[in-house]
């Protein structure tokens, strides 16, 4: 729903585009899930996460994201009880292989939210994600669906 420069936007220089955020979870993803239970190589540069301004288009953002999740996912697929009890080394800290698994899902959920806030605040209005029982859905604004 945001168009590539609503992505970028910032309310002020200290806070997060929708942009840095989804580097942010494709790094966050790769590092804890890919490289952390899975054994890839860790090449992670935070910092630059939230220091890009864009502009990279949604559709980069998108396959990056993606891409990360779909990797992700093969890594999960694989593990058993052993690896979800095993300790790791992620970040400094040491935890078990289920701690990463409910950290990574947390951070995710998290910083979704903050998309969507972002998205609500430059679309301005409902994103129609969710619905009370007996509410009847209509198309709003850009297509999207919004509750009556």
């Known amino acids: 729903m945001l168009s590539d420069e609503d992505i970028w936007w910032r ?3 200290t806070s997060n585009s929708a942009g840095n955020l989804v580097l942010h ?3 966050n993803v790769r590092q804890w899930i890919i490289s952390g239970l899975g054994g890839e190589p860790d090449r992670r540069e935070r910092d630059k996460e939230f220091a890009e301004c864009g502009p990279l288009p949604r559709r980069a953002l998108e396959a990056r994201l993606r891409g990360t999740v779909v990797e992700a996912g093969k890594v999960l697929e694989e593990l058993g009880p052993h690896q979800l009890m095993h300790a790791y080394s992620i970040q400094g800290f ?6 990463v698994v409910a950290h990574v ?3 995710f959920a998290y910083h979704t939210g903050q998309i969507i806030y972002i998205t609500k605040l430059r679309f301005g209005g409902d994103l129609g994600f ?14 999207g669906l919004s509750q009556v």
């Open 105 to 107: 899902v947390e951070h």
């Open 94 to 99: 040491r935890v078990t292989g289920l701690y």
């Open 11 to 13: 309310p002020h220089s």
């Open 25 to 27: 979870l494709s790094g």
């Open 130 to 143: 969710t619905r009370l029982p007996g509410e009847r859905k209509k198309r709003g604004r850009r297509g």
